[in-house]
Nanobody
């Protein structure tokens, strides 16, 4: 069983930055793919980005490309989502997810474990 705990959410003004963390426990972290998703008010859950076993393999939704950066620290079993130039439309609950086979793409159903989410609110 894998446990994921997100942290770092909060309230920020438009144009500001936040860094989310997702700490994992319960299996060999370096072998898994990690994804970040978000769900805004009244919206479906959407893919934000992912990082494969190799930290050089990253993928981003077009809506966040150039503003968000995903990284991982296997020694700390943690993946990060650095969010810059935040916009009100980035307001959502952000979730991290693990895929045991190393997948880090946009299909939510493929992921095996999910965190509880952390709220990000961007004010205009």
């Amino acid at each position: 069983q894998v446990q994921l705990v997100e942290s770092g959410g909060g309230l920020v003004q438009a144009g500001g930055s936040l860094r989310l963390s997702c700490a994992a426990s319960g299996r060999t972290f370096s072998n898994v793919g990690m994804g970040w998703f978000r769900q805004g008010p009244g919206k479906a859950r959407e893919f934000v980005g992912g990082i494969g076993r190799s930290a050089s393999s990253t993928y981003y939704a077009d809506s966040v490309k150039g503003r968000f950066t995903i990284s991982r620290d296997n020694a700390k079993n943690t993946v990060y989502l650095q969010m810059n130039s935040l916009k009100p439309e980035d307001t959502a609950v952000y979730y991290c997810a693990v895929e045991n086979g190393g997948y880090s793409g946009s299909t939510a159903a493929v992921y095996d474990y999910w965190g509880q989410g952390t709220q990000v609110t961007v004010s205009s």
